[in-house]
Structure formats: structure tokens, C-alpha cells
């Protein structure tokens, strides 16, 4: 990696053939966006939709590269309905299963980049992080840097696809429209390879 590399226990991703992983996270409620539209003249438009607190969905993503390989996008959604006893966002064994299931799939050792969210950095994760040293690196962004994350273009990407004006009627409605546009970007490698061109960083080839 390209802009002081990306390391880990003394070792870059390219010593270790591994893939590198930016993780972040986004929110959405039903609240709908701001829009523009047409109407008769003197006459606003409103659509009415559930408010705030009929819930929200949190999403987790991976995007993830490694030289010669199709970058992949891995995800998982958590839906908070507000009843009782139900956890209202990811944990730190959510975060956990996501990057387990990135092992799984990917088949190598992986760099993970991440912010130093609580439950990226409490003592369970790093924990689970010492236990996974012989295929698991982890590297901390910097605060406040949103620019080297090339996940954040996911959630870009999405905001401009189908949530785009989306006044979603439930919480069910607001899942598939986020799940479907994940999984069009999933297909499509070259959008995730230009996530990571947005921020300017590059793989070096092995």
C-alpha cells in the first residue's frame, strides 16, 4: 500500500499475500431525505412516513483488495426495532462474525483497517485480535479521517442509487432497498476498486 504503507507486527500486506480491509459503519432511519420534485405552484408536496422512532438499520462493510484479485464487498445489517431488550446496534461479537466471515471467504491472511470505535478497540476485540495473530493484522485509522476509508464511498455510492429520494414506508422496505444495493455493488468490483481510488491510496502489485 502506497502513502506509508500498511503494516502490522513489523509485516505489510505484501509480505503477508494478505488481503486488505477497510471496515466502517452507517446508519439509517426513516426520516425522509430532502428532496426536490414537482408540484402544482404554491402547493408543497408531503409524503408521510414513519419518524424516528420506529427504529433504524446499522450497517457493517468490509471493501476489500488484494493485487491480482477482484476487490470484494463483504456486509452485514442489524435492524433495531426498539423493543424490549433488543440490542440497537452492532456489538463487539458483531464485528467479530463479520471479520471471521471475511477469513472464511477471502481465504487469507487479512490487514484490517478500522477507527478505533469502542467496540473495535475494547478488551474482547483485542483479545480476539491477539488469539487470530497468524492470519488477522489490525491497523487504526487516524481520527476524523473519513478520506482513507474507501468504505465511505460505498455508503456514497448507495446514497446515490436507491435511497436516493427513497421515502421508505417500514423498517422491511428500508432492508431491501440497502441490501439490494449492496449486492449490486458486490457485482460490480470496478465501483469498490474506485472507492479506494477516491481516496488516493494504492495497492502495490506483489
Request: aromatic share 8%; proline share 5%; hydrophobic share 40%.
Amino acid at each position: 500500500m502506497e502513502d506509508g504503507g500498511v503494516a502490522g507486527r513489523g509485516k505489510a500486506a505484501a509480505d503477508l499475500d494478505a488481503w486488505v480491509c477497510f471496515e466502517d459503519e452507517c446508519g439509517r432511519t426513516l426520516r425522509a431525505p430532502v428532496a426536490r420534485t414537482w408540484a402544482p405552484r404554491g402547493v408543497t408536496p408531503v409524503v408521510h412516513v414513519p419518524g424516528r422512532r420506529a427504529g433504524r438499520i446499522s450497517v457493517a462493510a468490509l471493501t476489500c483488495y488484494r493485487p491480482g484479485h477482484r476487490s470484494r464487498l463483504l456486509y452485514r445489517v442489524h435492524v433495531y426495532r426498539r423493543r424490549k431488550d433488543e440490542k440497537a446496534s452492532f456489538t463487539w461479537a458483531d464485528y467479530r462474525d463479520l471479520v471471521l466471515l471475511a477469513h472464511r471467504q477471502l481465504g487469507a491472511p487479512i490487514v484490517l483497517i478500522w477507527d478505533n470505535l469502542n467496540r473495535h478497540t475494547c478488551a474482547e476485540m483485542r483479545e480476539f485480535v491477539a488469539e487470530s495473530a497468524d492470519w488477522l493484522r489490525v491497523v487504526h485509522l487516524p481520527a476524523y479521517a473519513p478520506d482513507l476509508n474507501p468504505t465511505e464511498g460505498v455508503w456514497s455510492l448507495l446514497n446515490r442509487g436507491g435511497l436516493a429520494n427513497l421515502a421508505a414506508t417500514g423498517l422491511d422496505e428500508l432492508v431491501r432497498v440497502v441490501k439490494r444495493g449492496l449486492k449490486k455493488i458486490q457485482y460490480r468490483p470496478h465501483l469498490i476498486d474506485g472507492c479506494l481510488t477516491g481516496t488516493g491510496l494504492a495497492l502495490k502489485p506483489l
